[in-house]
């Protein structure tokens, strides 16, 4: 190999190895509303799932629930891309049964009941590109009010007879939606 030809491999290993190494140090900044998932059961030893949903933790930030979750639109459940849900086992939303697998999961605010969708969408951001010809399943759940405000939206599951309820919440607005075996 040329003296020349040597020089110029090594000056080009040198350049990629910095290009590299400068651009392995970009980061996203933190996201304003994080993502976070919640599972049936939740802890983390039980690796035998029924229920998982993945979506993004808005803040009220002094703002109204009424402005970030219109009544009547329908709503990602939460921030940023839509709700996905994966169900591990056939379950019911309602009377209709929902086979396993993953869906995105979108609600439609109301004063005195929110409906919950499941939509065989996926990979969608927001609420944008909802199409009602997609639904899976419907069901309309009531509203109820919490003592605490919660500042976070936030999503928890609780066992109940038959299934798991999703427990959804922000500001004092709470709703459970049952899924069934």
């Known amino acids: 190999m040329k003296k020349s030809t040597l020089i110029s491999s090594i000056a080009f290993a040198f350049v990629m190895l910095l ?15 994080p993502m976070d998932a919640a599972t049936f059961p939740a802890d983390y030893k039980n690796s035998n799932k029924l229920i998982k949903i993945i979506y993004s933790r808005p803040l009220l930030k002094d703002r109204k ?35 396993a697998g993953t869906y995105t999961f979108y609600v439609i605010p109301g004063k005195k009941e929110w409906t919950a969708i499941i939509s065989k969408d996926l990979n969608v951001w ?18 109820t009010s ?16 038959n299934g798991v309820h ?15 075996k």
Do not use: C
């Open 19 to 33: 290009t590299t190494n400068l651009n392995a140090q970009k980061f996203s900044k933190l996201d304003k509303s």
């Open 65 to 99: 629930l009424s402005n970030l979750a219109p009544e009547g639109k329908v709503w990602r459940t939460g921030a940023n891309e839509a709700a996905e849900l994966t169900l591990y086992k056939d379950m019911k939303l309602g009377s209709t049964t929902v086979k």
């Open 126 to 143: 927001g609420s944008y590109f909802y199409e009602k010809a997609n639904d899976v399943a419907r069901l309309s759940v009531p509203v």
């Open 146 to 161: 919490g003592n605490d405000s919660l500042e976070a939206f936030s999503i928890a599951f609780k066992k109940a007879n």
């Open 166 to 180: 999703m427990h959804l919440g922000w500001g004092t607005t709470r709703i459970a939606v049952p899924f069934t």
